[in-house]
C-alpha cells in the first residue's frame, strides 16, 4: 500500500506546484520576498471553496529561517457556507521550530497538511517534535476547538518529545501552552439569558477555589485529560504510550501557580464589561529563538484578551487576537514598526445585512455594538495597522469566512503598506 500513496502524494505536489508557479495575489507582492499562496488563489478570491493546498516548505528548509503560516483564516462560532476556511490559527516558523499561535476548528488537520511532510520507515509521524510552544490569545471556541486534538492526537506524532538524531533515544521535552488564567467573572447582568432558561456552566471540584464558570488555560487542560480520561488511560496503560499529562507544560498569563508568567494588569471593570485599559508590553515567554511581549487588547465581555508580538532575529510578527479597533492605544505600542501585522477583521456590511437598524436600548443594538466594537470593521483595520507603523498587514479571523473580496480591500483604506487577505495554507516569509 504504502508505495502508490507516495505515488499519487508526489503527482500531488508536482500538480500543485506546477499550478500554482507565479500565483500571486496582485496587491500581495511589494518588493522582494514572495508569498506562497495557494494554487486557484484566483478562484478563491471570489469565493469558490478550494480543495488544493500548496505544499508548505517544512521546517529547517532551505527558504527564509523564519516564516508565517496561516493554517485557519476565519473565525465565529459557525462553519460559513460552501467556504474551505479553518478557524483562527497561525504558525510561525524559525529554523527547525515551530510556535503556534490559537487553534480553532480545523487547525490541526491544517498542521498535519503544512508540516507533516517527512517519510519515516515507523509508519507514523513524528512532525510534532518541532512543535515547541502555543500560544492561546483568548479562550473562545473559535481559537481552541482544536486544542483537544492536538492533546490526544499528538502523543503519537512526536507531541513533547525528542528523538537523538544520533541514538534515536526518545526524551521528554514538554511541548509549552501559553494562555489566559481564569477569567474570575462572567458579567453581572445574566438576565436576558436568565429570562431563556439558560444554564451557566461551572466546573466541577471538591474544591471550592476550583469551582468556576471561566475556567484558563490550566483548568482546562486539566478538564480535557479528565473528560477523555477513557482512552488516555487506555493508551497509556495498555499501548505503551507516556504519560500524556507529562508531555504538556502550562504556563498561564496571571495564573498563580510555579512557572505561571506576570501580568501587570491594568484596572479594568469586568462588571461594566470594561476589559481594556492602557498599559505597557510585557515579555511572556523567551527562547533562543524568539521573544513574546503580550498586552491586553479589547474584546469585551473576554478577560484577558491577548495581542502578542514576536521578535525574532530577521524580523517581528504581530498577532491582534480578537479585538475592537481602540485598544486604549495598547496595540499600537506592541507593534510599533513590526514587519508584519495580523490582524482580524469583520464585515460590517454583513452585519448591518444581519441585525439591520436594531433600536437603542434592545438585545439586538447591544449585540450589534458588540460586533463592532469587540471586532475590527474592515474599514477601520487599515487605521490600526498605520497608526502601528507596520510594514505588512495580513487579514485573518476574517469574518464571515466568506467575506467578498471586494469588501476585503477597504483593508486599503487609511494604509499605504502591503496588505495580504489571509488564506489558510499561506506562507509569507519573515
Ligand atoms: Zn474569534
Ligand atoms: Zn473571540
Known sequence: MKFPIILIVCILIAILAAGAAGDIIPNAVDGEKKVTVPARMRDLQEGLPDRNYYPINPPGGDDSETRLVLLGTTGGVTWYPAVDRASSSSALIVGDTIYIIDLGQGSTSRLSQAFNTQESDSGTSTFLENARALFFTHLHQDHIAD?????????????????????????????????????????IDKSYYRARNGTIIYT??????????????????????????????????????????????IREIGGTYPGDIYFPAPDVDLGNGTTCAAMDPFEVYRDENVV??????????VYPAFAYRFDTREGSVVFSGDTGPDTRGNLEKLADGADILVHE?????????????????????????????????????????????????????????????????????NFTGRLIIGQDMMEIPV
Open 345 to 413: 477583521v469583520i464585515d460590517r456590511a454583513w452585519i448591518d445585512e444581519r441585525m439591520g437598524d436594531p433600536d437603542q436600548n434592545t438585545p439586538a443594538f447591544a449585540l450589534k455594538t458588540h460586533l463592532l466594537t469587540a471586532h475590527t470593521p474592515i474599514d477601520a483595520v487599515g487605521s490600526v495597522a498605520s497608526n502601528c507603523s507596520v510594514d505588512t498587514l495580513v487579514l485573518n479571523h476574517i469574518v464571515p469566512g466568506n467575506t467578498p473580496i471586494s469588501h476585503l480591500l477597504r483593508a486599503k483604506d
Open 292 to 301: 513574546v511581549t503580550a498586552t491586553l487588547v479589547d474584546h469585551h465581555q
Open 147 to 187: 486544542y483537544p486534538s492536538l492533546l490526544l492526537i499528538g502523543p503519537g506524532t512526536g507531541l513533547g518529545t525528542k528523538t537523538d538524531p544520533l541514538t534515536g533515544n526518545v526524551t521528554i521535552v514538554p511541548f509549552i501552552v501559553v494562555g489566559p488564567a481564569d477569567r474570575g467573572a462572567l458579567e
Open 204 to 249: 466541577d471540584s471538591a474544591n471550592p477555589s476550583l469551582v468556576t464558570p471561566t475556567p484558563g488555560t490550566r483548568q482546562m487542560t486539566n478538564l480535557i485529560w479528565q473528560a477523555y480520561a477513557q482512552t488516555i488511560n487506555d493508551m497509556t496503560l495498555d499501548n505503551a504510550y507516556r504519560d500524556f499529562t507529562k508531555l504538556v507544560e
